[in-house]
């Protein structure tokens, strides 16, 4: 048996992901979910990823600043039904996709790469002076 996150995706998986990617981003930058106590403007949407029935994505998002992550999640989980509602007005697909907002890690998990990176070289460069 294969697990799903080790199949790749499907075209159509991926074509209706960044379908819905960029009218999730477009909804947020103009408010039309018109949720109270955040500023969607502030909002990116990184990712989406589409269950192959295509019935439920994935909405990776990062606030500006990578601040209060957890937070706008929340936020956003809790008006997911004024997002669908926006969203809806925008597409015109067969299924709307019930969605799942995750905080995007990506981000912060390059800066902990590259900050391994930075100290492998310089643990390099200090063996190499003693050598």
Do not use: C, W
Not at 61 to 73: F, H, R, Y
């Amino acid at each position: 048996m294969v697990n799903q996150s080790q199949r790749p995706f499907s075209q159509r998986q991926l074509r209706v992901g960044e379908l819905v990617k960029q009218n999730l981003g477009q909804l947020f930058l103009r408010n039309e979910a018109k949720i109270p106590s955040i500023n969607t403007k502030l909002i990116t949407v990184t990712e989406v990823r589409m269950t192959p029935d295509l019935k439920t994505a994935r909405v990776y998002v990062i606030p500006l600043g990578g601040i209060d992550t957890k937070e706008t999640v929340k936020i956003l989980t809790e008006y997911v039904h004024l997002v669908r509602k926006a969203l809806s007005k925008r597409l015109d697909i067969k299924f709307l996709p019930k969605l799942t907002f995750v905080e995007d890690n990506s981000f912060e998990y390059a800066e902990k790469i590259e900050r391994i990176i930075k100290e492998n070289k310089n643990n390099d460069k200090e063996k190499k002076r003693y050598n």
